[in-house]
């Protein structure tokens, strides 16, 4: 359950419509970007990941943008289904690195 | 068949006492993690092993001890544990350390200060 206290950005969208989730990051030297879906009770699972040198990734429905000018990432999940309610984290790193820094996540609610 | 696997799920105990938090992965990683989950959802790292090598060790109490039997175990001990302590504390793992892999994660353990 919820936590007193908790308060992440959140989005609400209808099934069958695309959501889109942003994140911004501040440290020039990221090189490697990546989404998490993290369910209630479970741990962050692996969506989509990118590295500096793109801008832009497809998996099955979903897309991940990179905007490295003004520091800015964005998830776009189509179509999407009840299942997709979570909360969602993007994480980078420095080049070569595996220390991942996490940002706050946004809870994704699905209205049927 | 379950990848990367956390023991106990849950944990709650008194303040003061000891505890182990115990995970083990399947994947054939070279690099485990050690993250803490705080009540707003904000997760942090703690502690990085590349194959029973410590490489990431962030400001974190002495109390809190990792250890690496090999390279798929990773056990985390806390010792006089505090009511601050109470969080989701995760396990996660990946291929190599330095070359920017997906780091996969069990389902955490709830650990509970009374």
């Known amino acids: 359950g919820e936590s007193v206290g908790l308060h992440l950005p959140t989005l609400s969208v209808q099934e069958g419509d695309n959501s889109i989730i942003n994140c911004a990051y501040s440290n020039s030297a990221s090189d490697y970007f990546i989404w998490y879906k993290q369910e209630s009770g479970k741990g962050p699972q692996f969506i989509i990941d990118?590295?500096?040198?793109?801008d832009k990734r497809q998996g099955q429905r979903v897309t991940v943008l990179l905007n490295k000018t003004v520091k800015h990432l964005s998830l776009q999940i189509a179509a999407t289904q009840p299942g997709d309610s979570a909360v969602y984290f993007c994480a980078e790193s420095p080049v070569g690195g595996s220390r991942l820094t996490f940002g706050e996540g946004t809870q994704l609610t699905v209205n049927p | 068949d379950t990848a990367v696997s956390q023991t106990p799920k849950y944990l709650v105990t008194q303040m003061g006492n000891d505890k182990s938090i115990k995970c083990e992965q399947n994947l054939g990683h070279d690099t485990m993690y050690w993250y803490k989950q705080d009540s707003k959802k904000f997760l942090k790292i703690m502690f990085s092993?590349?194959?029973?090598?410590?490489?990431i060790n962030e400001t974190v109490p002495n109390r809190f001890s990792p250890k690496s039997p090999d390279k798929a175990h990773l056990n985390l001990h806390i010792n006089s544990l505090e009511l601050g302590d109470s969080a989701v504390y995760f396990c996660?793992?990946?291929?190599?350390?330095?070359?920017?892999?997906?780091?996969?994660f069990g389902d955490g353990t709830r650990l509970s200060i009374l």
């Open positions: 990118i590295r500096s040198n793109m």
């Open positions: 996660a793992s990946s291929q190599v350390a330095d070359s920017n892999q997906p780091q996969h």
């Open positions: 092993y590349n194959n029973k090598e410590l490489i």
